[in-house]
């Protein structure tokens, strides 16, 4: 089932059950990928741009999070949470950092990087490898890290 499908029966869910975070996290989700759509690119919207639409999401959402978290505004750090916990339903399943370096270790050899210097022609072909699998800040942790040791 095509993400589009699967957001419009999930949203239909919500609002039988009128379950108003759900709600609001799939609409924004919808939003996003109409805009996609309509934006004039003319690119069509195949699973790997959904992922990046999601990604794109989540990382708004966390951004305000930290923001909200740093200002003690916890009524609204707790909508952030909760819209992030919904659309990360949508992606694929996550990396744990052990799995990450596992997956990054061959990609450091093929490249042939040594040090810190190197770490945009790793994060190059990490970045496509594992995308919708590990969010960028966390990619680039773990290669400054194995490439420290």
């Known amino acids: 089932m095509a993400l589009e499908e699967k957001i419009m029966q999930d949203l239909k869910e919500a609002m039988k059950a009128k379950d108003e975070v759900a709600l609001r996290s799939i609409r924004a989700v919808k939003a996003a990928i109409l805009l996609a759509k309509?934006?004039?690119?003319?690119?069509?919207?195949?699973?790997?741009?959904?992922?990046?639409?999601?990604?794109?999401?989540?990382?708004q959402r966390k951004e305000s999070l930290e923001i909200y978290e740093r200002e003690n505004r916890e009524d609204l750090a707790k909508k952030e949470r909760d819209e992030i916990e919904i659309i990360e339903k949508y992606l694929p399943k996550q990396l744990s950092e052990a799995e990450l370096e596992e997956v990054l270790k061959p990609i450091i050899a093929e490249t042939g990087a040594t040090s810190i210097k190197d770490l945009g022609k790793v994060m190059g072909i990490a970045s496509k490898q594992l995308a919708g699998r590990a969010d960028g800040k966390m990619i680039s942790a773990a290669v400054k890290k194995l490439l420290e040791n």
């Open 38 to 59: 309509t934006d004039g690119s003319g690119k069509a919207i195949d699973s790997e741009r959904e992922i990046q639409i999601l990604q794109k999401l989540v990382k």
